[in-house]
């Protein structure tokens, strides 16, 4: 993400969530979660807005990240570039998806981190999933399943909500809601180990005076345990616990969840409380 104070961006996602700053070299700020390199980097940015740079996914091999390019191509998408963004992995390829977002398929990032390490918060697991909003979501469901080789999890009876996951199994690595207007990274999450994790985190904000934007809750879709809170660029960061693992895809058919109560409808809640009015913003637009 683009920052136009990137070295404060990271110390406020380090001193709230815990997860640790990897490297700073000069404006670029890398954070990670575990062995990786990095899950989360900040640059500086032109303005004083914050922007989504790109949304990163790890293929499994360099034949798979040439395969994303070949179908790239030939679905007409625009690459925007064949050279990693980052120099922790080696291959990458990084186009505009359908309705807007920036995405970059990309190798293994480098695994040279020690799982322990200090903090102020939690040790999170991952980086969990990412959501997206954008415009059309018939065409970023064709573009998640058919380019990218995802597979549907669940979706709401109206299709504008879908989880997709990718081979670990995780019920979702990359969720969507269909808005209309510019696409925007609505959130991102992280797993984390245990209900006590959660209320560390929120106990971070309280010092700060700051609180949650939505939860604690259960989503419907997923199964996990959530709280949000907004970072000082309006993004919006999920922390959870519990996330559904779907162990046979062979075996597994996807949900159809009932929306007719919109945001009050159990896919979001099972817990009842709808989401609030901070927790329904936008999120940051994606750079153009």
């Known amino acids: 993400m683009s920052s136009p104070d990137p070295v404060a961006a990271a110390k406020d996602l380090a001193e709230i969530s815990g997860v640790r700053i990897t490297e700073q070299t000069g ?129 709401t009876a109206d299709g504008n909500f879908r989880w997709y996951r990718a081979q670990d199994g995780f019920h979702h690595t990359l969720a969507m809601g269909a808005v209309p207007g510019p696409s925007h990274m609505h959130h991102y999450a992280f797993d984390l180990h245990a209900m006590q994790d959660l209320v560390l985190i929120a106990d971070n904000l309280n010092t700060k005076g700051r609180a949650l934007a939505w939860g604690p809750g259960r989503h419907g879709a997923g199964g996990n345990i959530f709280t949000y809170y907004a970072d000082p660029l309006g993004c919006i960061v999920e922390n959870s616990v519990e996330m559904d693992r779907i162990d046979s895809d062979a075996n597994y058919e996807a949900r159809i969840w009932d929306n007719s109560l919109g945001l009050a409808s159990p896919w979001i809640n099972l817990w ?17």
Do not use: M, W
Not at 272 to 288: D, K, L, Q, R, S
């Open 27 to 155: 404006d670029t700020v890398h954070l990670s979660t575990n062995a990786r390199h990095h899950e989360v980097t900040y640059v500086k940015g032109e303005g004083n807005e914050g922007k989504v740079v790109l949304i990163g996914l790890e293929a499994v091999s360099p034949d798979a990240v040439d395969e994303v390019a070949r179908r790239v191509k030939s679905d007409g998408l625009t690459i925007l570039s064949d050279r990693p963004f980052s120099r922790y992995y080696e291959k990458a390829v990084r186009f505009v998806a359908p309705g807007g977002p920036i995405f970059e398929v990309h190798t293994p990032v480098k695994r040279d981190q020690p799982l322990a390490y200090g903090g102020h918060g939690p040790r999170q697991r991952r980086l969990e999933h990412v959501n997206t909003f954008v415009p059309d979501a018939a065409a970023f469901g064709d573009f998640c399943e058919k380019l990218l080789g995802l597979r549907l999890s669940d979706q």
């Open 272 to 288: 009842g409380a709808p989401p609030t009015p901070t927790f329904t913003v936008p999120g940051i637009a994606f750079t153009e």
